[in-house]
């Protein structure tokens, strides 16, 4: 049974003409990328999916019951979302952070129990940012601020996760390290959905993409199937230059 | 995490300690010995008349002040996600200064002009977020905005009030302006009240440290924002209303009380709240029982203690914290 599906769901994007209806099954272990241009709904579409905007037309599900229908705490529980920046109104430690991903699992009255404390660490510790537990997040890098709000979500432990830019700030071997674990996440039978830049992180992490162009239209399907080095020229507006490696598609974008 | 009790125990010594000295000092000195004697039923009936009737309730009503307002302080901040927010940020004191300097202006005293005062306050409460409220959407800014106008709109009429009033109403209004705990009230309703909301918050608390990350977040994470923060919003208007309506404007508790206490003890609004509430109290406490003794037999405003005891406190955590 899919995790997450919308019915002829069309994003509301003030003073934009309706986009291409979508209607996606997001299955249990599978891992969906995102792709397209800068302002073109990728993120109001992320926050569609998790009902914090409304959408213009159609509906989203998780499994069988409309999100909408669903109240904050049921949706938390079953749905993580890691946003593109964290906001840090107030100084809080890295451990406080990623202890807050529990949030939907506790009853108003109860405290963290030690239970969730192991949790939240054992997150930190597979994100590699357990050594900063006492550190207040406002200190830290973009970086490392990056892979706590990722901790967070995975002390959440929901089924389907939403990302939105996951590896932003992140160096080369941590944004193949937070792929990794998603793509871990996804063997484990849960669904991830994110939005990405990085092409070839996409076509080497993702098994399903969705492309969003700059005109409204959209088109979706297994990795293999969307690669096609003219379809992605469109989307970007930049000439490609496809080569191999590794048994895969490389796209290195065309100089001048 | 369960180490709220520490913090609070001692918070709770300070408090009494406060209390005390409060007791015993004042224009005529009783030793910690009488007011125990007193408060344990014993003692001369003179002794008597002047704790339980005079200094009892006044130093209750101040703590009682000082807690309202460091709550209301700390829950604005919450709200608005802004530390510089204080209970009269959205322009509540200055509905209830009008409200209040009104009913002077009247002829009026006592009871009515805290009545007034309270009225005041809510109807500045309403205005400003009915206006904020606008096509359906407010952001804290939007609501810091409106509020601070809205403050400078009231600052206006007071002025006028001010100018137009007689000569011999203008002391009893500055003293009202500026915070003065000798007109409090019974103080058992704010005591209540007090209590009452530190038990409310209790179960908030951990939906409250979610809200402070941003509202995207914290509905995410479960929170369901837009009621949570109207909870907020009536919880510290009410708050700061019964403060204000009690002592009139007393600044600087609540902008000050919930930052020293998160750079002493963190963020988790669980444990400071309440100890907001005991360490506003203290606060207050203390500063009444100095413009009583100060310049006695006559009293100062006790706003304009607690600003000259909260600055320079306030300013050396400031600087030996990061």
């Known amino acids: ?256 | 995490m369960l180490g709220y009790s520490r913090p609070l125990a001692i918070l709770v010594l300070i408090s009494l300690l406060c209390m005390v000295l409060s007791i015993s000092i004042g224009s005529a000195a009783l030793s910690p010995g009488d007011t125990w004697a007193v408060l344990t039923g014993s003692g001369t009936s003179l002794q008597q008349t002047l704790i339980l009737e005079l200094r009892l309730p006044r130093t209750l009503s101040a703590f009682a002040t000082g807690g309202l307002l460091a709550v209301a302080g700390a829950l604005m901040q919450v709200l608005l996600r802004n530390p510089l927010a204080d209970p009269y940020i959205l322009g509540l004191s200055g509905g209830a200064a009008v409200g209040a300097l009104l009913a002077m202006l009247a002829g009026v005293a006592g009871a009515l002009v805290s009545g007034s005062a309270f009225a005041g306050a809510m109807l500045a409460t309403l205005l400003v977020f009915g206006l904020a409220h606008g096509t359906g959407s407010w952001t804290p800014s939007r609501l810091l905005l409106t509020g601070v106008v809205v403050a400078a709109g009231w600052g206006a009429i007071i002025t006028l009030i001010l100018a137009m009033s007689p000569a011999r109403q203008l002391p009893g209004m500055l003293y009202w302006l500026m915070g003065d705990l000798s007109h409090a009230g019974n103080p058992a309703p704010a005591l209540v009240m007090l209590a009452l909301v530190c038990a409310l918050v209790f179960p908030l608390g951990r939906s409250l440290n979610v809200l402070a990350r941003g509202p995207l977040q914290a509905a995410a994470l479960g929170v369901s924002v837009r009621p949570l923060e109207w909870l907020i919003y009536v919880l510290a208007s009410v708050l700061t209303a019964a403060a204000v309506s009690m002592a009139g404007s007393i600044g600087f508790v609540g902008l000050v009380v919930p930052h020293m206490l998160r750079l002493v003890l963190g963020n988790d609004q669980r444990l400071i709240l309440p100890a907001c509430a005991l360490g506003g109290g203290s606060l207050l406490v203390l500063a009444d029982s100095l413009a009583r003794v100060v310049i006695a037999p006559e009293q100062l405003p006790v706003g304009v203690i607690t600003a000259l005891l909260g600055v320079p406190t306030f300013l050396y955590l400031l600087h030996r914290s990061r």
């Open chain 1, 1 to 256: 049974m899919p995790d997450l599906n919308t019915e002829q769901l069309i994003i509301d994007i003030p003073g934009r003409a309706d986009s291409t209806a979508l209607s996606l099954q997001v299955g249990a272990g599978e891992t969906w990328g995102v792709l397209g241009p800068n302002g073109v709904g990728k993120t109001t579409l992320l926050h569609t999916l998790a009902g914090l905007r409304k959408p213009r037309k159609g509906r989203v599900k998780l499994g069988t019951a409309a999100l909408a229908s669903l109240g904050r705490r049921t949706i938390a529980r079953r749905l993580g979302v890691v946003f593109q920046d964290q906001q840090d109104g107030f100084p809080a430690t890295v451990l406080e952070t990623a202890l807050v991903g529990r949030h939907p699992w506790l009853s108003p009255w109860q405290m963290e129990t030690a239970e969730d404390e192991r949790l939240a660490r054992q997150a930190l510790e597979t994100l590699g940012v357990d050594h900063l537990s006492g550190r207040l997040v406002n200190t830290l890098s973009g970086g490392e601020r990056q892979r706590v709000a990722i901790a967070t979500v995975l002390a959440q432990s929901p089924d389907t996760w939403l990302l939105d830019e996951p590896t932003n700030h992140l160096d080369l071997h941590h944004q193949v390290a937070v792929l990794q674990l998603l793509s871990e996440q996804a063997r484990s039978g849960r669904s991830v959905f994110m939005c990405l830049h990085d092409l070839n992180l996409a076509a080497r992490w993702c098994d399903h993409l969705l492309l969003l162009y700059p005109n409204g239209e959209a088109c979706w399907g297994p990795t293999e199937t969307m690669l096609i080095p003219s379809a992605l020229e469109r989307l970007y507006d930049q000439k490609l230059i496809t080569v191999e490696a590794d048994g895969a598609p490389v796209f290195v974008p065309v100089r001048g």
